[in-house]
C-alpha cells in the first residue's frame, strides 16, 4: 500500500545518518526557509513555531551548517564595535579612529554599547549583528575578553577582530596592545627617580587589561628589587569615583607613599581631587602616572605623566583589519605603548 503524504512528512532521517534542514523542515510541517530563519534568530517566526522547531533540532540532534548560515547571513556595508567600557573618552578616541579608516571607502561605522555583566548580553550583541548584517565587527575590551561573545560569532559566520591586552585568538582576529610592557615602564621611571613606597590603583581584578597592567608593573618593581605589599595595591573600576575612593583609602594611611600608578587617567583624575583636598601637592608630595594618556591627561595641572597607547590609531588598525579580503595574508596586529613625561612626577623628598 502506498504510503500516505503524513506518513512521508514524519518520517525520521535515515539512522546513522546526520539530519540535515530539509529533514528538520519536513519533519515539523515547516518550509525550509522557516527554519533557516529560525536558525538565523529571525524575528519574523511565531514563538511557537520556534519552540517547535527548536524542540525538534535538540531531539534529532541537528547542528546547523555552518556555509548554510553564512549564505543566509548576507552582509551590508556595516561596521560593528561593541563595547562596555566605562571610560567615554577612550571610545570617542576609538570611534574617530574606526571612522578615519572607514572614510570613502563605501562603510559605515555602527555602535553597540552593552553591559557585559547582564546574563542576556550575548543575545543583545546576536540580534544586533544579525539584524544589522553586519559586514565584521571589533570587539573592545572588556568585551574583547569574553570567549562566549568571540565563539557566538564563529558561530554564526560574521567576522570580527578582538582588541586585548594579550593574545586571545587566532593571530588574524588579533589587535594586542602589550599592556604588560607600558606598566613594567612606568615601574622603571619611578624606580628610577628613586621611590621605593609606591602604590598601584588597579582596574577591575576580572578585568584583562588590569591583570596585564598589574602583572607587568608589580614584576618590573620586582625585578629591581621592590616588593609591593598588599596594602599598596587598592583595586578600583577604572572610573574617576574610584579613583577618588582609592585615593582616600591610601593617602589617609599614617604613612603615604610617595608614588601611586593608576591604570587609567580617569582613576589618577581622582587622586588629584584628593590631593588637592587634604593639601597633598603633586608632584612634590606626591608623584602621580596614569595610562592611556587621554586628553585629560594634558589637561590636569601639573600635566599627568601617563602611559600612551594611541587609542584612535587602535581604531583605524582594527576597522582596515575588518575590511582587508578573506584571501589577504593576515597576521596578529599589535599597537606598542610607550611612557610621555610631564610634570606630575619627581624624586621623592
Known sequence: ???????????????????????I?????????????????????R????????????????????????LAFRRSFLIGMVYDNPT????????????DTLRDSGFELVVHPCDSRSP????????????QKLHGVMLVPRVSEDQALADML?????????????????????????????????ADYLQTLGHRDIAVITGPADYRSAIERTRGFVGALARRGIELPKSRVVEAGYTFESGVAAAEKLLAAKKRPTAVFCENDEMAAGVYRVALRTGIQIPQQLSVVGYDD???????????????????????IAAAMLLQSDDAPRAMASVRPHLVIRDSCQPPQ
Open 25 to 45: 523542515a519536513r519533519l515539523a510541517g515547516v518550509s525550509k526557509k522557516t527554519v533557516s530563519r529560525i536558525i538565523n534568530h529571525s524575528p519574523l517566526v
Open 47 to 70: 514563538e511557537d513555531t520556534r519552540e517547535k522547531v527548536e524542540a525538534l533540532m535538540r531531539e534529532v540532534g541537528y547542528t546547523p551548517d555552518p556555509l548554510a548560515r553564512g
Open 120 to 131: 542576556n548580553y550575548i543575545d543583545g550583541v546576536r540580534r544586533f549583528v544579525q539584524q
Open 154 to 186: 564563529d558561530e554564526i559566520g560574521c567576522r570580527y577582530v578582538r582588541i586585548a591586552a594579550v593574545a586571545m585568538d587566532k593571530p588574524e582576529r588579533m589587535l594586542v596592545t602589550h599592556d604588560q610592557d607600558g606598566a613594567a615602564e612606568v
Open 1 to 23: 500500500m502506498p504510503r500516505t503524504r503524513k506518513e512521508v512528512s514524519s518520517r525520521p532521517p535515515v539512522p546513522g545518518k546526520a539530519a540535515t534542514i530539509n529533514d
Open 88 to 99: 567615554a573618552q577612550f571610545i570617542v578616541n576609538m570611534q574617530y579612529g574606526v571612522l
Open 294 to 316: 587621554s586628553p585629560l591627561a594634558s589637561r590636569l595641572w601639573p600635566p599627568l605623566t601617563s602611559v600612551r597607547r594611541d587609542t584612535r590609531d587602535t581604531g583605524r
